[in-house]
T-cell receptor, first 113, second 114 residues
């Protein structure tokens, strides 16, 4: 069975510093996708970044990058130069070829001024 | 940009009522999903649909049903609402069933059952 684990319920980071949010996964599927979503207090889920299991390069989208270590089954999100607007809950998710997503429990990030 | 619209941001209903949560997407996506989100449990899949008039049970379908009569609209139905269905409900859509397609979410409906 597929599983996503986020072990950090809450994190603090100083404004302008970088922060890493951890995500490990477990699957027996050879092909899968890994996603990160941001959920502000207003409730909407915002898609941030995607990494395919066969991608050789780590994904990047602006200040977001995904540190993909396939052998360790980890897909950590790195946010560089944190901003106050980055304060939110962050979810890691994994898909299989059915298109369904399995979500982790989330990490709440607070950016301090 | 993909737009997924949920009919209500906040909803209060009474135990035993039949409750309809509506979701509409404007990108001609084949796939649509309903989740509920509870503190400490993350998002859990209730039902999903890969095409019109098709539906599949997710991980927690008990107490819910769905309807997809048109491609753009996916409705979640609580046949007889109970207090343990008080939750945040999120609708999502995606373009196909491949593993590299992100799901795009609506703003969510915070449902309270009294």
């Amino acid at each position: 069975a597929q599983k996503i684990t986020q072990t950090q319920p809450g994190m603090f980071v100083q404004e302008k510093e970088a922060v890493t949010l951890d995500c490990t996964y477990d699957t027996s599927d050879p092909s899968y996708g890994l996603f990160w979503y941001k959920q502000p207090s207003s409730g909407e889920m915002i898609f941030l970044i995607y990494q395919g299991s066969y991608d050789q390069q780590n994904a990047t989208e602006g200040r977001y990058s995904l540190n993909f270590q396939k052998a360790r089954k980890s897909a950590n999100l790195v946010i560089s130069a944190s901003q106050l607007g980055d304060s939110a809950m962050y979810f890691c998710a994994m898909s299989s070829n059915t298109g369904k997503l399995i979500f982790g429990q989330g990490t709440t990030l607070q950016v301090k001024p | 940009d993909v737009k997924v619209t949920q009919s209500s941001r906040y909803l209060v209903k009474r135990t035993g009522e039949k409750v309809f949560l509506e979701c509409v997407q404007d990108m001609d996506h084949e796939n649509m999903f309903w989740y509920r989100q509870d503190p400490g449990l993350g998002l859990r899949l209730i039902y999903f649909s890969y095409d019109v008039k098709m539906k599949e049970k997710g991980d927690i379908p008990e107490g819910y049903s769905v309807s997809r009569e048109k491609k753009e609209r996916f409705s979640l139905i609580l046949e007889s609402a109970s207090t343990n269905q008080t939750s945040m409900y999120l609708c999502a859509s995606s373009s196909d069933s491949g593993e590299n397609q992100p799901q795009h979410f609506g703003d969510g409906t915070r449902l309270s059952i009294l």
